[in-house]
């Protein structure tokens, strides 16, 4: 199952609300990384945020297994340096169920930063998002345990937020205080992560990739847009407050309708 490598591609299989879902698709080896990434941007972000890249002893290892089996020269910061996708590594200790941040290197982060996770295990990294732990911590630690170096799986995420930017960090401003319907289409921005898991075969350690997507809404599709205005309204208490959608749903509902309106007349 080939997620894509765009907002309109990923967007289906991502959560469209209600009850939290592990929601994973195996992918075949072709289909894992995007093809013919833009590595100067990738070169400028990590040179314009140093603290983007955060390593452990315990990612040295898995690290060059990683970039040799990328065909590059080096260790993790070296293998996200050639793709588009930030790359994390998780590993558990002997004798533990617990796997553990060892090292990232995340030039396009939504609203985290790689100091704050770093050595945190997965019910902690998570620990932000409302209703991990009562309805997925669990799953995903069995998952985990059971992953196989084969196949590579892959799942969609999205955000609606204020700026086109690859990077986006939370700030002091009161976020989405202009939009409006009218306004929809230029100030707020879709933004999908295209995340993939697979275990390395000869260190064990697992590789979680994150490739960043961001769109104006008025660059997508009309059935994008509905679909975003309908999972945003299916998002529940809680997770809606963490994300901001109180804030923009009134304008995305009304330019959902708006879109819908000008394509039949």
């Known amino acids: 199952m080939n997620l894509g490598f765009s907002v309109p591609e990923l967007l289906p299989n991502a959560r469209s609300g209600g009850r939290l879902k592990i929601g994973l698709r195996a992918l075949d080896e072709g289909e894992w990384l995007q093809p013919g990434p833009d590595l100067d941007a990738r070169a400028a972000a990590f040179e314009a945020y140093p603290g983007s890249v955060m390593l452990t002893s315990e990612a040295e290892a ?4 990683l970039a040799d089996m990328l065909g590059v020269t080096g260790a993790l910061p070296d293998a996200a340096r050639a793709c588009h996708e930030d790359m994390c590594l998780l590993t558990r200790k002997p004798g533990e169920d617990i796997y553990r941040l060892i090292g990232a290197a995340v030039a396009y982060p939504t609203d985290w930063t790689v100091a704050d996770k ?4 997965l019910a902690a990294l998570h620990g932000p998002i409302h209703g991990y732990a009562e309805q ?3 799953g995903v ?3 985990m345990a ?6 590579i799986y ?3 995420n999205w955000f609606i937020v204020d700026d086109g930017e690859l990077r986006h960090l939370p700030e002091d401003r009161e976020r989405f205080a202009q939009v409006t319907p009218e306004n929809a289409g230029e100030t707020l921005f879709a933004r999908c992560e295209r995340q993939t898991l697979r275990r390395l075969p000869d260190t064990g350690a697992i590789l979680f990739t994150i490739g960043v997507y961001v769109q104006p809404l008025g660059a997508l599709p009309s059935s994008s847009v509905r679909w975003l205005s309908q999972a945003a309204q299916a998002i529940p208490p809680g997770e809606r407050e963490r994300r901001g959608i109180g804030a923009y749903l009134p304008a995305l509902i009304g330019y959902a309708n708006m879109r819908e309106t000008e394509e039949v007349q």
Do not use: H, I, N, Y
Request: proline share 13%; glycine share 18%.
């Open 136 to 138: 997925l911590a669990t």
């Open 146 to 151: 059971k992953l196989k170096s084969v196949p």
């Open 118 to 121: 770093m050595g945190l295990p």
């Open 62 to 65: 898995p690290g060059a297994e």
């Open 141 to 143: 630690d069995r998952f």
């Open 154 to 156: 892959g799942r969609g």
